[in-house]
Structures are given as structure tokens and as C-alpha cells.
């Protein structure tokens, strides 16, 4: 049974940073792509970051490059988000996702190319 398990959100204030882990079990994604989403109360899940198989391919909303960065450890089998900078529009529950099947370019910010979530981590920012 694959499992994927977010840890590190929490409270922070603006301009301070946080590592987001999201540890899968069950499968091997070291050759899928793996992803960052957010979904703040009342609004829809959007994209943030994705990386694909090898790290070949990374992704990111406009609105957090140079801010987030997306990393994998496939030895962990772990996707990580660092985020520096952080606002209090940054706030939402935070998701990691991945993906069994071939993404095409330009289609990582689409949530239904991935077929595994995680239960979410809270990160709150504070002004």
C-alpha cells in the first residue's frame, strides 16, 4: 500500500522560511515525477513546483520561483519544498502528489497526472 506523509509545515512569520518532507512508502518514485500543491479554505488546489524522474524537469508557479525550491532524495524516496520568503498568501494546507505515469511537458500543474497524495501539512503566515 503506497503511503506519502507531509511533515514540517507550522506557524511562521512573514519572511521566515520552512522545509517541507514528504516521505512515500510502498513504491519506488524514483523514476516518476513527484509535486508541491497548496489549497488555501474556499479555493481551489493549485500548483506549486513538481520534479520529474531524475530531475531532469523542474517546474514551478511564477508566483514562488526564487522564493520555493523543490528537491528529491530518491535513495528516501522523499520530495522536499524548502520556502524562504514566506507570505501570509502562502498560507494553505500544503500537499506533496505523484505521478506513475509519464507527465508531458506542460502538463506538471495539472493535479490529475498524479495518482498519489498526501493527508496535507498546514503552514500558516503570519504578518
Known amino acids: 500500500q503506497v503511503q506519502m506523509v507531509e511533515s514540517g509545515g507550522g506557524l511562521v512569520q512573514a519572511g521566515g522560511s520552512l522545509r517541507l518532507s514528504c516521505a512515500a512508502s510502498?513504491?519506488?518514485?524514483?523514476?516518476?515525477?513527484m509535486a508541491w500543491f497548496r489549497q488555501a479554505p474556499g479555493k481551489e488546489r493549485v500548483f506549486l513546483a513538481a520534479i520529474s524522474g531524475g530531475a531532469h524537469t523542474i517546474s514551478y508557479l511564477d508566483s514562488v520561483k526564487g522564493r520555493f525550491t523543490i528537491s528529491r532524495d530518491d535513495a528516501l524516496n522523499t520530495v522536499v519544498l524548502q520556502m524562504n520568503g514566506l507570505k501570509p498568501e502562502d498560507t494553505a494546507v500544503y500537499y506533496c502528489a505523484a505521478s506513475t505515469r509519464l507527465i508531458r511537458s506542460g502538463r506538471y500543474h495539472y493535479p490529475d497526472e498524479y495518482d498519489y497524495w498526501g493527508q496535507g501539512t498546514q503552514v500558516t503566515v503570519s504578518s
Open positions: 510502498g513504491r519506488s518514485f524514483s523514476r516518476d515525477a
